[in-house]
């Protein structure tokens, strides 16, 4: 159960990520480059934040950013929520790999609750902003 844990707080974001190449490649050019762009934006949000203002992690780790919100949850929801407004299916997918990711985040150590649903809504926001953005 621990190796399932780490995968997907560790490795499942890879998954959602190596999803993008697939939609370029299947002729979904514009879908692909603003869920990218919306989860890079998210990120470096994210990011910024943390850098602002630091919230220790729940568990001592190597790791020496702070917690609040999880970079790795708004980069997913971000992809997620960008798809699901355009492919309901996939979409629908890839918002419980993200829910997945972030709750295994918790599971593992890395991050409080709070922190989740931090970068979830950080990272629907940006996808919802740039979705709107780019509908005109």
Known sequence: M???ITFLADYAIIAVFALLPYLW??????????????AILAWLAGKFIKDFFYVPRP???LLMD???????????F????????????LGKLLLIVSLLIGLSRILEGAHFSIDILGGAALGSAVALVIDKYHSK
């Open 66 to 76: 702070g917690s609040f919100p999880s970079n790795h949850t708004a980069a997913a």
């Open 78 to 89: 971000a992809i997620s929520v960008y798809v699901f407004l355009h492919i309901r299916r």
């Open 59 to 61: 568990f001592p780790m």
């Open 2 to 4: 621990n190796s399932l």
């Open 25 to 38: 490649f299947t002729k979904r050019r514009s879908l692909a480059y603003r869920a990218a762009t919306a």
